[in-house]
Nanobody
Framework: QVHLVESGGGWVQPGGSLRLVCVGS????????MGWYRQAPGKQREMVAR???????LYADSVKNRFTISRDNAKNTVYLEMDSLNAEDTAVYYC?????????WGSGIQVTVSA
């Protein structure tokens, strides 16, 4: 069974930075597409960033040029570097793994951006 554990969330002031870390169980293979999603109160869960095996990335328009996703396959770890955070980034962030029709989710971690 695949397990994903997020860390690195918390509170930050507008304009600040945070780095989210997602560590996967050993069953996470390097050819999985890994991603970060988020869900703000009263809103649907949305894709933030995804990264494929070869390093191809995809970002939501709202986070382009502010967030960077990366992965370390040797450590089964995915990172989300978040810069220039603003209040609209406040949400629960979820790590996600996908391989054909298989997918797994982490339990989520809160990110709060406020003055």
């Amino acid at each position: 069974q695949v397990h994903l554990v997020e860390s690195g969330g918390g509170w930050v002031q507008p304009g600040g930075s945070l780095r989210l870390v997602c560590v996967g169980s050993k069953d996470i293979k390097e050819n999985y597409v890994m991603g970060w999603y988020r869900q703000a109160p009263g809103k649907q869960r949305e894709m933030v960033a995804r990264i494929a095996l070869g390093g191809t990335t995809l970002y939501a328009d709202s986070v382009k040029n502010r967030f960077t996703i990366s992965r370390d396959n040797a450590k089964n770890t995915v990172y989300l570097e978040m810069d220039s955070l603003n209040a609209e980034d406040t949400a629960v962030y979820y790590c996600h793994a996908e391989y054909f029709d298989f997918q797994a989710w982490g339990s989520g971690i809160q990110v709060t951006v406020s003055a």
